[in-house]
T-cell receptor, first 113, second 112 residues
C-alpha cells in the first residue's frame, strides 16, 4: 500500500531564508507525486506535481521539488521564504491509472520576521 | 481560474440525523472525490467517482455514506445517520483524470 511520510510536524524559518520540506513515500512502481498547501480555513491548493521526466519540477509561488528515486523522496524547496508562505504543506502520492491520492500528515510552516 | 465550490461551509447537526454535503466540481472534470480531515489529523480519502460509479472507497466509507451525481453539475456526499466521530472538515475534489486534484474550501461538519 502507498504511504507518505513527512518527518517534520513543524518548521520555523526566517523570512528570506531558504526552505526545504521533506517527503518520503513508499510505493512499488513509479509514483505520481504532489505537493499541496493549505492556509487556515481554506482548501488544499496544488503547488506542483511530478509524473515523469525531469526530476526537478517547478511549481507556483516560486516552489520547486526534486524527485529522487534512490531515496524515495520528493522534497519541496524554496530559495527565499516570504511571510505569506506560512501555511500547512502536504505531500501526496498516487499511481498511474489510480483512483486516489494518499496524503502525508502535513508540515506546518511558520515564518518569523 | 475555475474552482470547486462546496456548500454549506459549516453544517451543524445532531447525532443520528442525515446530512448532505454538496459540491460543484470544475465543469470539464470527469473524476470526483471526497476526502475528510478530522481536526489535527491527516487528510483521509473517502471515495472516488467516475462515470456515475464509485471507482474506489476507503474503509471509512461504510454503509452510512453514499455519493451521487444527481445532475450534470452537482456531486453530493450523504451521511445517513451521523455519529460524533463524523465531525470533520469534508473536502470535495475533481480532476481531469491525472490525479492532479483541485479541492474546494471544504464543509466543516459538527455533530452534536
Amino acid at each position: 500500500a502507498q504511504s507518505v511520510t513527512q518527518p517534520d510536524i513543524h518548521i520555523t524559518v526566517s523570512e528570506g531564508a531558504s526552505l526545504e520540506l521533506r517527503c518520503n513515500y513508499s510505493y512499488g512502481a513509479t509514483p505520481y507525486l504532489f505537493w499541496y498547501v493549505q492556509s487556515p480555513g481554506q482548501g488544499l491548493q496544488l503547488l506542483l506535481k511530478y509524473f515523469s521526466g525531469d526530476t526537478l519540477v517547478q511549481g507556483i509561488k516560486g516552489f520547486e521539488a526534486e524527485f529522487k528515486r534512490s531515496q524515495s523522496s520528493f522534497n519541496l524547496r524554496k530559495p527565499s521564504v516570504h511571510w505569506s508562505d506560512a501555511a500547512e504543506y502536504f505531500c501526496a502520492v498516487g499511481e498511474e491509472y489510480g483512483n486516489k491520492l494518499v496524503f502525508g500528515a502535513g508540515t506546518i510552516l511558520r515564518v518569523k520576521s | 481560474e475555475p474552482e470547486v465550490t462546496q456548500t454549506p461551509s459549516h453544517q451543524v447537526t445532531q447525532m443520528g440525523q442525515e446530512v448532505i454535503l454538496r459540491c460543484v466540481p470544475i465543469s470539464n472534470h470527469l473524476y470526483f472525490y471526497w476526502y475528510r480531515q478530522i481536526l489535527g489529523q491527516k487528510v483521509e480519502f473517502l471515495v472516488s467517482f467516475y462515470n456515475n460509479e464509485i471507482s474506489e472507497k476507503s474503509e471509512i466509507f461504510d454503509d452510512q455514506f453514499s455519493v451521487e451525481r444527481p445532475d450534470g453539475s452537482n456531486f453530493t456526499l450523504k451521511i445517513r445517520s451521523t455519529k460524533l466521530e463524523d465531525s470533520a472538515m469534508y473536502f470535495c475534489a475533481s480532476s481531469q483524470g491525472n490525479l492532479a486534484l483541485h479541492f474546494g474550501n471544504g464543509t466543516r461538519l459538527t455533530v452534536t
